[in-house]
C-alpha cells in the first residue's frame, strides 16, 4: 500500500502530495488524515506530512519510493473529514492545498499540556513510621520530613512537596524508585471559557419563534438535513431561537458550532449561551494562547464541551458527532477570510453540514443577497420572525437631509431635530448613541488655499488627524506630527475637516458640557478588555452619550438607549464598491435596531445628503424586501453578484511601470484564454489603477473579470496563478485572486 502525503510546508511548489510506501506494521495505523513523518528530499530530512489519499499502484519506480517513518505522535488525530474539508476548499476558492490544510487544522500542534502533579504515598501507617524510623537512623532528614506530613495528609500537590517542604527531586526519585510513594500526573485542560454564569430557564417563546423552532426540529428528528435562512428584525428573538433548537441537538447527542462575526460579540455570547448550557460551552478565537485553542479543540475532540461559539475559525472545531451550525448575522463581510484561501465561511459550513449530515441556521436582520436569493429559491427554508420579541415596538425613523439643514444656516454635524432630541434624552435620563459609519473619516486635513490634502507618501491615501497632534495614515501606521504649513504650497491656512469619531466627541461636548461621553473606535480599543470596559460602563449607565464606528452597532442590547443618531448616512455610500448600496442599508438597519429595544420607544435619526438614495429610503421603511428588489435590479443590470461572479486580478509592485506592463501581460493572457475557449459571456475589465492606487509604496493595477458562469472563473484564476511566472520581466510584482471579493481594491 502507497500513501498519498502533503508535506506541511506553506510553499506553492510543494502544492502537491507525495507518495510514500506504508510499511507493514504501520498498515493498521494509518489512516486518511493521519499526522505522519517522513524522510524528504536529498538530505532525507525528517518532515511532517498528512495522508490525504491511499493507492495500491506505485506512481513511479517502486524502488525509489521511501517508507513513511512513522505515526507523528505529536500532532492531533486529524479526522478524514478536515482533510476533505481542506481538498473542498482548495477546489472551491483556490490557493494552495497547504494554505487550505492550515487553514481547517489550525490547531494542529501538540502544545505541552498543563500537568498537575500529585505525590501519593504507597505504604499503610505501621509501614511508614518503621520507614522513618530507618531514614531518622541514616540521618536522611528530607525523606522524613515527607513521610511525616505524608501521614497526616497521604496526597499532596508536587508543588508543596518541592516548594514549602524543600523536598529535593533526587530525594522524591529514591522514594518512588523504594516504591515508598509515587508521583501521579494529571493533564489539566486550560478552560477558555472559565467563568461562571448563572443558569436561566428559557424564555416562553412567542409563536413565530415556536413555529421557527418546530420546522427545525421536526426536520432533524426526521433525519432531514437542510440550510434554514432565519430573517427575523433586530431584537426579534433570534438567538432565542438558536438557544432552542441547539438544547434540541444537544439532547440527541450531538454537538454544535455557533458562528459570530467579531471576535467583540463573543463575550456576550458566549454569557447568554453559559446561562442555558452552563459549562458545555466554549469559544476560540486568535487572541486565545496557542495552548488554550489547543485545549479547546481536545475538549471538542473527546466530547467534554457540545457548544463552540467563535469567528469563521471555530467553523473548524474538530466534533466528532457535529449536528448543527448556526451562522449569526450571516451578511457580515468578515466571513470571507482575507488570507488566502480566501474561503466564505458560509459556503464551507453547507459543505461541512453535508459531510455530516447537519442542520445549517443562517440568521440576519438583513440575509446578504445571495442567501436571499437562495431561499426565494427554496434552496433554503425561509424563517421570519416579524415582530420584535419583547413588547418593545419598533424604533421610529426620521431623515434629517443635511443640504436643507446647511442652506438654512446650519453649519454644523447635527440637525436641528438631532440636537433637541439629545437634550430630550439627558433631561429624561435616558441614553444616546451616535454612530459614524468610518474611522476618523475626513480627520483629514487639508490646505485652505491649494485645496490639497496631506497625504501618506507610501499609500494613496490622506493621513488622518489625531488627537494627540500626530497625522496617521490607517493603511500603513506611517505618522508625523501635525504640519503648520502646506507641504505643496506652503500656504498656513492648513486644517482638519469632516467628522471623525473625536471630532464628533469634541464638538458633542461643546453642545452638551453636562454630558457623560463614551467613545468606542479603533483607537479606544487597542488593549485586550477595552471592548468589554467600554460596553459595560455604557451598560451599567455610566455615560449619557455612546460615539462609535461600525463596531457599536452589531447586536449590542442596551434597554435605556431610545436614540441612535446615524450623523452621515452617506459615508459608506460614497465608496467605489458594488456592495456599497447594500452594506450601507445593513448599517442603518442593524444601527436603528440599538434603539428602543426595551419598554421605552426608540427614535432614530439619519442625517444624509442624499435622502432619495433607496438604500436610505428602505432603511426608513424598514422595508428589506424593497431593497433587496431594487438592488438586485441594479446588480442584474450591471452584472454583479449573485447573480453574476467576479474575479478580481490584482497586481501590486514597487515599480509603477512594470507592475502595469506585468498586469497588460495577464489581460492579454486573460483575452487569449477566453478566445481560445469561445467564451462570449466573460468580461474584462481594466486593466486600470485600484481605488487604492498605492499602498505601503507598491503600486496597485486591478483587473474584473465578470461572468455568470463561476466554474470559468474558477479555471480562469488557476491558469492566472500558473501562468503568472510565466512573465520573464517579474521581479517583485504580486498578484492577488479573488474570486467574488466582498471588499473593494
Ligand atoms: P435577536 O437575536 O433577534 O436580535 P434576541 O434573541 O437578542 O434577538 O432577543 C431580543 C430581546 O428579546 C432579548 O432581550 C431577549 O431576551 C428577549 N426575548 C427574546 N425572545 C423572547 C420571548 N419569547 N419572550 C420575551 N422576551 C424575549
Ligand atoms: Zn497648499
Ligand atoms: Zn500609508
Keep these: 500500500m502507497y500513501a498519498d502525503i502533503i508535506v506541511d510546508i506553506s510553499h506553492e511548489n510543494l502544492d502537491r502530495s507525495f507518495q510514500y510506501h506504508i510499511p507493514s506494521e504501520l498498515e493498521e495505523e494509518i489512516k486518511m488524515g493521519s499526522a505522519v513523518v517522513i524522510p524528504f528530499g536529498k538530505g532525507e530530512r525528517e518532515l511532517e506530512g498528512f495522508v490525504v489519499g491511499f493507492s495500491e499502484k506505485p506512481k513511479i519506480e517502486p524502488s525509489k519510493i521511501k517508507d513513511v517513518l512513522r505515526l507523528n505522535a505529536k500532532a492531533l488525530p486529524v479526522s478524514s473529514r478536515m482533510i476533505a474539508l481542506a481538498a473542498k476548499m482548495h477546489e472551491m476558492f483556490g490557493g494552495t492545498m497547504n494554505d487550505a490544510l492550515s487553514t481547517v487544522l489550525n490547531v494542529k ?289 426620521k431623515i434629517i437631509d443635511l443640504k436643507a439643514e446647511l442652506a438654512s444656516g446650519n453649519k454644523t454635524m447635527f440637525g436641528r431635530e438631532l440636537v433637541s432630541a439629545i437634550n430630550d434624552r439627558l433631561r429624561k435620563n435616558e441614553q444616546v448613541m451616535l454612530f459614524l459609519n468610518r474611522r476618523g473619516y475626513s480627520g483629514s486635513v487639508s490646505c485652505r488655499s491649494c485645496g490639497k490634502p496631506v497625504m501618506c507618501p507610501h499609500c494613496s491615501v490622506s493621513l488622518t488627524l489625531h488627537n494627540d497632534k500626530m497625522l496617521r495614515c490607517h493603511y500603513c501606521g506611517y505618522e508625523i506630527p501635525f504640519v503648520k504649513k502646506c507641504p505643496e504650497c506652503g500656504s498656513s491656512f492648513i486644517g482638519a475637516f469632516g467628522t471623525g469619531t473625536q471630532k464628533v466627541e469634541e464638538n458633542i461636548k461643546k453642545i452638551f458640557p453636562y454630558a457623560r461621553v463614551l467613545r468606542m473606535d479603533a483607537d479606544t480599543t487597542k488593549s485586550k478588555d477595552s471592548y468589554e470596559n467600554i460596553l459595560s460602563a455604557f451598560a451599567n449607565e455610566e455615560a449619557d452619550i455612546l460615539i462609535g464606528t461600525q463596531m457599536i452597532v452589531k447586536g449590542h442590547d442596551f434597554p435605556k438607549v431610545t436614540l441612535v443618531g446615524i450623523l452621515a448616512a452617506d459615508l459608506s455610500l460614497n465608496v467605489s464598491d458594488y456592495r456599497a448600496s447594500e452594506k450601507t442599508f445593513e448599517l442603518l438597519l442593524q444601527a436603528a435596531g440599538r434603539a428602543g429595544r426595551d419598554k421605552l420607544p426608540g427614535e432614530v435619526y439619519i442625517q444624509t445628503y442624499r435622502p432619495d438614495h433607496y438604500s436610505i429610503v428602505c432603511a426608513k421603511e424598514a422595508d428589506y424586501e424593497g431593497f433587496f428588489e431594487k438592488e438586485m435590479a441594479y446588480r442584474r443590470l450591471a452584472g454583479y453578484p449573485p447573480l453574476s461572479h467576479i474575479l478580481a486580478v490584482l497586481c501590486t509592485g514597487p515599480n509603477e511601470k512594470r507592475n502595469e506592463d506585468f498586469c497588460a501581460y495577464l489581460a492579454g493572457k486573460i483575452k487569449e484564454k477566453l478566445g481560445e475557449t469561445g467564451c462570449e459571456d466573460v468580461f474584462m475589465i481594466g486593466p486600470a489603477k485600484a481605488g487604492l492606487a498605492k499602498v505601503t509604496d507598491l503600486y496597485r493595477q486591478l483587473i474584473y473579470v465578470k461572468s455568470e458562469n463561476y466554474d470559468i472563473l474558477y479555471k480562469l484564476m488557476k491558469f492566472l496563478d500558473e501562468v503568472k511566472d510565466s512573465y520573464k520581466d517579474k521581479k517583485d510584482e504580486l498578484l492577488y485572486l479573488d474570486l467574488d471579493p466582498m471588499n473593494s481594491y
Design 109 to 397: 500542534k501538540t502544545v505541552k499540556p498543563v500537568e498537575k502533579k500529585t505525590v501519593v504515598l504507597n505504604k499503610n501507617e505501621e509501614e511508614t513510621k518503621i520507614l522513618i524510623e530507618t531514614y531518622e537512623k541514616k540521618h536522611a532528614l528530607g525523606k522524613v520530613r515527607l513521610l511525616e506530613e505524608l501521614l497526616t495528609q497521604p496526597q499532596m500537590d508536587k508543588s508543596i512537596v518541592t516548594g514549602k517542604l524543600n523536598i529535593a527531586a533526587s530525594t522524591l526519585e529514591a522514594l518512588v524508585k523504594d516504591d515508598v510513594i509515587r508521583v501521579d500526573v494529571e493533564e489539566v485542560l486550560r478552560k477558555a471559557n472559565n467563568k461562571s454564569y448563572k443558569k436561566i430557564t428559557g424564555l416562553v417563546l412567542n409563536p413565530e419563534q415556536q413555529s421557527a423552532v418546530d420546522t427545525i426540529v421536526k426536520d432533524m428528528d426526521n433525519g432531514d438535513k437542510k440550510t434554514y435562512l432565519l430573517h427575523g428584525i433586530t431584537g426579534s428573538g433570534k438567538t432565542e431561537v438558536y438557544i432552542n433548537v441547539i438544547e434540541h441537538a444537544v439532547s440527541m447527542g450531538k454537538q454544535v458550532i455557533v458562528l459570530i462575526p467579531e471576535i467583540s460579540l463573543t463575550y456576550q455570547t458566549v454569557k447568554r449561551f453559559s446561562m442555558h448550557f452552563g459549562d458545555r460551552v466554549s469559544f476560540m478565537h486568535s487572541k486565545l494562547s496557542a495552548g488554550e485553542k489547543y485545549d479547546q479543540y481536545r475538549m471538542a475532540e473527546d466530547g467534554k464541551i457540545d457548544i463552540m461559539i467563535g469567528p469563521r475559525s471555530a467553523l473548524f472545531t474538530p466534533f466528532k458527532n457535529l449536528g448543527l451550525i448556526v451562522i449569526d448575522e450571516e451578511h457580515e463581510g468578515s466571513y470571507k477570510s482575507d488570507n488566502p484561501p480566501k474561503y466564505h465561511a458560509r459556503e464551507m459550513a453547507e459543505v461541512l453540514a453535508d459531510m455530516t449530515g447537519s442542520s445549517l441556521i443562517l440568521g440576519s436582520a438583513t440575509p446578504s443577497l445571495e442567501s436571499y436569493l437562495k431561499a426565494k429559491n427554496g434552496e433554503y427554508v425561509l424563517l421570519k420572525l416579524t415582530k420584535r420579541a419583547k413588547d418593545a415596538k419598533e424604533a421610529e425613523i
